[in-house]
Structure formats: C-alpha cells, structure tokens
C-alpha cells in the first residue's frame, strides 16, 4: 500500500502536512515570528458586542515577557528579536505577529499606522494578524490586499538571503473562531456565530491573502464525535493553515467556575488520548491544510494543573509523528477511500 506522506508529497517525509519548515520552502529562508501588543483591545471586552471577554481568556496567558503593552513596536521587535537568537541564530528576517487581543478592531487610519511602522523595521519582511472575525471589513481587507501586493509601500524592499528582493511584504491574516458550533460560541461568550467567522474567511482568500485560523478542542458541551465532524466544515473553509489547542482552564476566568461547577460538561484528554484523538481528527482534515499547531502551551502559573506535566511542543510533535507511524495512517487518509 502507498504510503500517505507519499502520496501526498508531506514535506521532510512526514505523514501530515507539517507548518514547520513553510516558510524556508516558500521564501528561501527561516522566518520566525515576533509577538507584538500594539495595545488593541477587543469588542467582546469594552461593550460593544459584550463585556468580560470570552469565558476561557486571560490574554497575559498566551504572549511572551517581552511583548507588553506601552512598549513602542520597535522596541518589542528588537527584544524579541534578541530572545528568539538564542534558539535560531541564523534567522536574518522576522514577521510582526500582531497577537494580542482583536488586531483589526480600530479605525483603519490607526491601523495602517501601526502595521506600516511595524514593516519599516530592517529585518521585518511582512507582518502576522490575528483577529476576530467580526473585526473586519470591506475597506481593512482591500487595505491588506494592496499592501501585499505592494501597492502601499513605495521603494519597500528586503533581500532575502537566497538573494531575491521582496518588493512587497507578506501579509497573513489569522482568525479565532474556536468551534464550528453556535452553541459552543455562545456559551463561551465569543460574541459572534460560525457564519460570520466563514464570510470573514472568505473575503479575505478572495482577495488572495493567507488566512490561518485558530480551534480549541475541548470546550465545554462538545463531544469528541462533534470535533471529528467539525473536520468537514473546517475542509471547507478557503484558509491554507490551522492552529489547534487543547482546552487548558486558566486561573480566575469563569471558564475555570464552569469547570469546578460541571465537569461532565467537558472532555478531558490525557496526553495518549489526545495523541489518538488528534490522529482521528488528522485522517479527516484534507491533505492540503497545513496544521501550524495541535497543541498549546500555558506558562504553569496560569494554570492549577499541568496533568500532561512540562512536556514541550517539540517532544509532542515527535510523539504525534510515532502515533501516526504506529497507526499506519496521515492526513486525510479516510478522505482518499
């Protein structure tokens, strides 16, 4: 029998299609990403679509030390660009991830003010945005549209270390939609539906950007039969990349009393059931998708137990690569029958 990772072409003969190593395939070099809070907040936190935030957020959980608010962008960027040499010491060029909050819930004049300041750092060569999918519009996506294709910017350039010169920098739009299920949404207070998140999707690969987009596995009310099934909607979305988290109750958010109240209302994984489960989900997930992330680490001070212990992402990814081995399967297996 053929071998999905062959079949399919996976890069570095894996059985999924791996987002590591993506960009050094596509722009010649390694790219690594730079944590940005350029000090947006979100409408499910200030009134205007609701108040507290989602349920299962506390966002100082999810940035690095150096990414903090008041900071100017450069500075955050030339931190981060220090932090991150430790580990890749050859990397030349960086993308600006604006991460923290809603990176799109401003006035368009403001936006293009930070983004534009944020690419005229040396070694940025394109910028990240994460975002709502109810935080954009018509008049932000033509925006990013021109700007990738390098109608803004004049005499921007960056050469890039197989000595071509980008004349327009990489912009990659990720949206948090978390289910494919309007219930799930609601109860977790997202303060929007699953159908703004597709039409969202769907005017920004119109245009011809990356989109990426962001799940949580786990949240309260699903079923793990609802998660697979979740696959086919996800397989329907126009995006070319997809992050997924495991569910982690982080200290003093109301997710963290729903849990203490209900905790039959949640599927809960241990680290080999999760491993099997992510297998299921991957035999579903088209073999075009690439899988950025399938699990999600949280500093142990947010959290009141780490029950799969310190376990690093790169100790689960090769977990995942010996449980699919194992298993005799890949992505998108069960779609190819």
Same mark, same amino acid.
Request: neutral net charge; charged residues 30%.
């Given at each position: 029998?053929?071998c ?8 570095d ?6 987002f590591? /190593?993506y960009?050094k395939?596509?722009y010649g ?8 809070d350029a000090?947006f ?6 009134g205007?679509?609701?108040r507290?935030g989602c349920? $299962?957020?506390?966002n100082a959980?999810?940035?690095?030390s ?5 900071k ?5 960027m ?5 932090f +991150?040499?430790?580990r $890749?010491?050859?990397?030349? +060029?960086y ?6 909050? *809603? ?9 293009k003010s930070? $983004? ?8 940025v ?22 700007? *990738? ?5 004049d005499?921007w350039?960056?050469?890039? *270390?197989?000595g ?5 920098p ?11 299920y309007?219930d ?6 997202r303060?929007?539906d699953f ?7 769907e005017?920004?690969?119109?245009r011809g ?12 009310g699903?079923t793990?039969?609802?998660?697979l099934?979740s ?6 979305l ?6 997924f +988290?495991?569910?982690q109750?982080?200290? /003093?958010?109301r997710m963290?009393q729903?849990y203490?109240? &209900?905790p039959?209302d949640f599927?809960r %994984?241990s680290?080999?059931?999760y491993?099997? %489960?992510?297998v299921d989900?991957?035999? &579903? ?5 690439f899988i950025?992330? %399938? ?9 009141n ?6 376990i690093r ?9 010996? &449980?699919l081995?194992?298993?005799g ?6 779609l *190819?029958r």
């Amino acid at each position: 029998m053929e071998c999905g990772c062959q079949k399919y072409g996976f890069p570095d003969g894996k059985r999924y299609n791996s987002f590591v /190593g993506y960009f050094k395939r596509k722009y010649g070099e390694r790219l690594q990403k730079i944590v940005l809070d350029a000090g947006f907040t979100c409408p499910n936190r200030d009134g205007k679509v609701g108040r507290g935030g989602c349920t $299962y957020c506390d966002n100082a959980a999810f940035h690095p030390s150096y990414s903090t608010a008041g900071k100017g962008l450069h500075q955050q960027m030339d931190e981060g660009i220090e932090f +991150h040499k430790v580990r $890749y010491r050859t990397t030349e +060029h960086y993308l600006a991830y604006f991460q923290s909050f *809603s990176n799109t819930y401003a006035p368009l004049e403001r936006l293009k003010s930070l $983004y534009e300041e944020a690419l005229s750092h040396p070694q940025v060569v394109g910028i990240v945005i994460g975002t709502r999918p109810d935080c954009v519009n018509e008049q932000k996506l033509d925006y990013l549209a021109d700007l *990738s294709q390098g109608k803004i910017l004049d005499g921007w350039n960056r050469e890039m *270390s197989d000595g071509q010169l980008r004349t327009a920098p990489i912009v990659i739009v990720e949206y948090g939609i978390e289910s494919c299920y309007d219930d799930t949404l609601l109860r977790i207070n997202r303060g929007h539906d699953f159908d703004t998140a597709r039409r969202a999707i769907e005017m920004t690969a119109e245009r011809g950007m990356d989109v990426g987009v962001h799940f949580i596995l786990g949240l309260p009310g699903e079923t793990k039969q609802m998660m697979l099934d979740s696959c086919a909607m996800i397989n329907a979305l126009p995006v070319r990349s997809v992050k997924f +988290h495991q569910l982690q109750i982080v200290k /003093g958010t109301r997710m963290e009393q729903e849990y203490a109240e &209900r905790p039959q209302d949640f599927e809960r %994984f241990s680290l080999d059931e999760y491993l099997d %489960f992510f297998v299921d989900m991957l035999e &579903r997930l088209r073999p075009d998708l690439f899988i950025e992330r %399938f699990v999600g680490e949280v500093p142990p001070r947010f959290v009141n137990e780490t029950p799969w212990g310190l376990i690093r992402n790169v100790e689960l990814l090769r977990l995942l690569e010996k &449980r699919l081995e194992y298993r005799g399967t890949w992505q998108g297996r069960l779609l *190819s029958r």
